[in-house]
């Protein structure tokens, strides 16, 4: 009989085996030390962007001394940053492909997986939060003094994780890896939309470009001369009002139906 809690709801058309329990220590390999080559870049983890370096993120590398200690990690291979996060409780892993090459801090438990394994759709599975039930297990204490759990690369390796098939691994990753490059470059749209909207609310509230057709000059009025305040003679019965603490950048992010007669002085 197949333990249903193995068998995904949703899956890609051709597959149908149950997921396997695996600890992760049979599908992966541990990354640890360094060839003695410093001018590496030096990374860090945020549990938000991923891999960051230090001199990006800092201004400087951080790393000092503590650097001839770094672990050399390679593309492809991955870290778990087991730091707390209000973004990420039980930390956060990451696949190294920013970089061929980078060195990473000590404290980070890096590994490799096994061959027949996909690095993304393990980093797309920590991403999901669901091992964290297994991470919870282990943080005996609370975060100590440099903000990380107290889990050891041992009882790390140690946690048990669902995973598919290698051929059903590499489709899921390769579906979210495509959905990350859409967003991106969405998001790469939408802040080139934000900037030219920018410009162009200078350009035209200067008067400096105008609408064809349009030559006068544009009037210097008093607000009170375009405007009604309070205008509780005039308003409807029931209308919704917003507060101004409700309408963030530019944007309203709450609302609520009154009456003329019990709405706010300042409706």
Known sequence: MKNENLVPKVRFKGFSD??????????????????????????????????????DRFSENIA????????????GQLSY????????????VFKLDIYTEALVPRVYHS???????????????????????ELRKLV????????????SFDAFFNINLQVPIATEQMKIAKFFRKTDNLIAANEDKLEQLKTLKKLMM?????QEWRFKGFT???????????ATINPKSVISPHFLYVDL????????????AVTKDDAPSRA
């Not at 000092?64 to 593309?75: A, F, H, I, M, S």
């Not at 005996?140 to 889990?151: E, F, H, P």
């Not at 603490?245 to 609520?256: G, I, M, P």
């Open 140 to 151: 005996s204490s609370g975060a100590r003094m440099d903000g990380l759990l107290n889990i």
């Open 245 to 256: 603490e409700s309408v963030s950048q530019n944007r309203v992010t709450q609302y609520k």
């Open 202 to 206: 200078q350009k035209i509230f200067s």
């Open 81 to 92: 940053n087991h730091g707390n996060s209000k973004t990420a409780k039980y930390g956060a």
């Open 111 to 133: 590994f490799t997986v096994k061959h027949n394994n996909s690095a993304d759709f393990i980093e797309y599975l920590f991403a999901t939060g669901s091992p964290n039930r």
């Open 64 to 75: 000092g001394k503590e650097q001839k200690n770094y672990t050399l990690l390679k593309k």
């Open 216 to 226: 006068d000059p544009w009037e210097q009025r008093k607000l009170c001369q375009i």
């Open 18 to 55: 149950p997921w396997e329990q695996r600890k992760l220590k049979n599908i992966a390999i541990r990354v640890r030390g360094n060839d003695g080559r410093m001018e590496l870049p030096t990374l860090t983890i945020s549990a938000t962007q991923g891999w960051l370096n230090q001199k």
